[in-house]
């Protein structure tokens, strides 16, 4: 990690977002490098007096009524709807002012739930989460040419790598024969925990591999696309498999199979 790159994250390490991986190399660097010790020293006593309580005041307790009080069109908003909504239910109903109360009413919560349901069916679910920083933390870990912790085509090397460094032990499988050779693992921070990422690749397309602890609810693997990547994910033998590459989705196929293959035996 070079000056630059470490000034960058300095904001994001100093607020804990960076991953375990990133936040290591971010050490290092200031282990070895005093002027951007010196930056990240002074940036840290700024941001330690910023939350001194005495730079905090209350607000004053009529603040909110008046922010909510100021806002515009709220009312107007609902009333402009409701007006076009009358206006569309007299071209087919009777115009009996009986009528107009409680059917215009009923349009406009209609209308509200729908736009309701709407806005509910777009927020995206807990594996749309989990996926979209799956593909980050992948390119992430190829334009920060941060692969690895640990480099090797042994799988007794980083295996015993992982000890003491993460609460599990993850499965560590040779594929070379099956075209998919091991070339080293690392640790990084996913779905709100740490996990074991191992590092394969087939011809010159990296596959990151994570696993962590699960169940085996989604014991069938399936493969999909996000942003150019294919992805593959399936659970078993009480751990959760996430892998995603550049190559085809034929090639993660042959992956998948030839790792489940010897998982499962």
């Not at 069916?121 to 594996?127: D, I, N, Q, S």
């Not at 294919?230 to 995603?244: C, D, E, K, V």
């Amino acid at each position: 990690m070079d000056h630059e790159q470490t000034l960058d994250l300095l904001p994001a390490y100093l607020d804990q977002e960076l991953s375990l991986s990133e936040a290591r190399d971010f050490e290092r660097h200031l282990e070895q490098c005093a002027a951007c010790r010196q930056v990240y020293e002074q940036h840290r006593a700024v941001s330690t007096q910023l939350r001194q309580a005495a730079l905090r005041i209350d607000a004053p307790p009529d603040l909110l009524p008046r922010i909510e009080a100021a806002l515009p069109g709220r009312p107007a908003s609902r009333e402009a709807l409701n007006q076009r909504l009358q206006r569309w239910l007299g071209s087919i109903l009777p115009a009996r002012s009986t009528v107009w109360s409680p059917l215009g009413a009923v349009a406009v919560s209609l209308a509200v739930l729908g736009l309701s349901v709407n806005i509910y069916l777009k927020v995206p679910t807990a594996e749309q989460r989990l996926t979209q920083e799956l593909v980050d933390d992948h390119v992430r870990s190829l334009q920060s040419n941060h692969l690895f912790d640990v480099i090797s085509t042994d799988k007794h090397t980083v295996k015993p790598w992982f000890n003491g460094k993460i609460d599990f032990a993850p499965p560590v499988i040779d594929l070379a024969q099956q075209g998919y050779p091991l070339v080293g693992g690392r640790l990084d921070f996913l779905n709100g925990r740490a996990v074991a990422v191992m590092v394969y690749r087939y011809k010159l397309h990296p596959i990151n591999l994570y696993v962590w602890p699960g169940n085996d609810a989604g014991a069938s693997a399936k493969i999909f696309e996000q942003r150019g990547y294919h992805l593959a994910h399936w659970s078993t033998g009480g751990m959760n498999y996430w892998a995603i590459t550049d190559a085809g989705a034929q090639e993660l196929g042959g992956f998948t199979a030839s790792l489940r293959a010897q998982t499962q035996s």
